[in-house]
């Protein structure tokens, strides 16, 4: 099954992409975690996608793109799996399209995660991510056992710089400008999926299911 995550920045596409992965047994590709873990490890990807994070702008195409497609091409992907944060732009969608057309492949459901921007500005001043395993939290809807420790590899827990309130503003203006209209690119594809993500955590989590199945 292969899946794409859409949604607001901090609409919760990576919190139920997680539960997707585990229940599916199909990896979890997120770009935001490739690029997290490329400006922890000083690559030279990372150091050319951070300035664009830190401003809350996107990162070029031409690096997404290639990143995304040879992720997708691995071993692991054979069986499906779960996007989470791409495609944010249309020429991301039309490139991952062609992709799979030459494969003969085609993803099966875009499910859009929906909530209003007013929600979102709460939820991003309290998430808190593990930088380390990409396992993300908020400290009153879905807060860690130990405060500032990840439960799932104990390494310590931070704000993203991304995540700060000014920064989220931009994002959202972003979101709107790049990303929103991918919704209407996959209603026309026919594989658009829309939940509402205002609902708490497991209750969003059944209603992807109950479309996704058992
Ligand atoms: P995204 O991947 O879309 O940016 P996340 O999955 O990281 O978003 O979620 C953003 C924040 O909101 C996190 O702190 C997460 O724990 C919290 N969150 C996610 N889904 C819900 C929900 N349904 N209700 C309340 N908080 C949620
Ligand atoms: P996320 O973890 O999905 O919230 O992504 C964090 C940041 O990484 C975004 O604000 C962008 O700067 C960058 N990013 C992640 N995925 C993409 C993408 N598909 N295209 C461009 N930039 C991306």
């Known amino acids: ?66 990143m995304l497609l040879d992720r997708i091409s ?37 499910v859009d995660v929906d909530v209003p921007d007013e929600a979102i500005v709460n939820r991003m001043g309290g998430r808190r991510a593990c930088v380390k395993c990409g396992a993300t ?20 827990l931070v704000l993203r710089e991304d995540d700060k309130p000014e920064t989220v503003q931009k994002r959202l203006t972003v979101y709107h400008d790049q990303t929103q209209p991918l919704i209407e690119y996959y209603s026309k594809e026919g594989i658009l999926v829309t939940v509402d993500g205002t609902k708490g955590l497991n209750e969003v989590f059944e209603d992807i299911v109950a479309v996704l199945g058992a």
Do not use: W
């Not at 939290?137 to 310590?156: Q, R």
């Open 74 to 110: 691995q071993d692991d992907c054979q069986n499906g799996y779960v996007l989470d944060g791409f495609p944010r732009t249309i020429p991301q969608a039309q490139s991952l399209t062609a992709a799979l057309n030459e494969r003969g492949e085609k993803m099966d459901y875009a």
């Open 137 to 156: 939290y908020h400290v009153a809807f879905n807060p860690p056992k130990a405060e500032g420790i990840c439960d799932a590899c104990g390494d310590s």
């Open 1 to 66: 099954m292969k899946i794409i995550m859409l949604g607001a920045p901090g609409a919760g596409k990576g919190t139920q992409a997680k539960k997707i992965a585990e229940k599916y047994k199909i990896p979890h590709i997120s770009t935001g975690d490739i690029f997290r873990a490329n400006i922890k490890g000083g690559t030279e990807l990372g150091m050319k996608a951070k300035s664009y994070m830190d401003q809350g702008q996107l990162v070029p195409d031409d690096v997404t793109i290639g």
